[in-house]
């Protein structure tokens, strides 16, 4: 998602009730790359599918407790390097939440967002007001304000980048930057 204040439209791929970070992050398979390998595994216990036919832009549904489990940021990396753009759940882990925030994919917990859509269904995600909206039925439910703090972060691409800001502001440079496309942790 390049900003919380732009209309997003995607694809719903639509998951249970405690879909857990080993899901999310899971093994198995080998890629060519550290990263490669976080996204060949990424949802594929659940549907095989998913890693090779998720497009850039596709958005994420999950019922209640989403993201439980370790804490493992890989698990929000992976969704990242798939190309998801958001996440809704029902109800998601706070751990789960605290690194979407920390890495910059947007996050939200809708109660009953899973009852709203269908898997394949277009959806709309309407931050500037407060919307998500079902394309394919018409059917709405309101999205939460986030913190201003919140906002700021998403808005950057994640806390690195807002750190480094806020640095930068203070005539303090750090001697190397991850680039603002490179996850925290994200391998080559």
Excluded at 21 to 39: D, H, P, R
Aim: aromatic letters at 6%; one cysteine or more.
């Amino acid at each position: 998602m390049s900003s919380l204040q732009e209309v997003h439209r995607g694809r719903v791929w639509k998951f249970g009730d405690s879909v857990d970070t080993n899901q999310l992050a899971g093994g198995g398979l080998v890629g060519a790359s550290a990263a490669e390998t976080l996204k060949i595994n990424c949802l594929r216990g659940l549907r095989p599918e998913f890693p090779d036919a998720v497009r850039p832009g596709d958005f994420v549904v999950g019922g209640e407790n989403f993201g439980c489990g370790s804490s493992r940021q890989t698990a929000v990396e992976a969704l990242q390097l798939c190309g998801v753009a958001v996440v809704l759940a029902d109800t998601m882990a706070r751990i789960f939440r605290r690194n979407s925030i920390a890495l910059g994919l947007p996050a939200f917990g809708v109660p009953k967002i899973s009852d709203l859509v269908d898997d394949g269904d277009e959806l709309i995600v309407d931050y500037p007001n407060r919307v998500v909206r079902n394309a394919s039925s018409g059917a709405t439910l309101p999205l939460a304000t986030l913190p201003p703090s919140v906002e700021e972060v998403y808005e950057s691409g994640g806390l690195v980048q807002v750190i480094g800001k806020r640095l930068a502001e203070r005539g303090i440079f750090p001697t190397s930057a991850r680039p603002a496309t490179a996850p925290k942790g994200a391998l080559k």
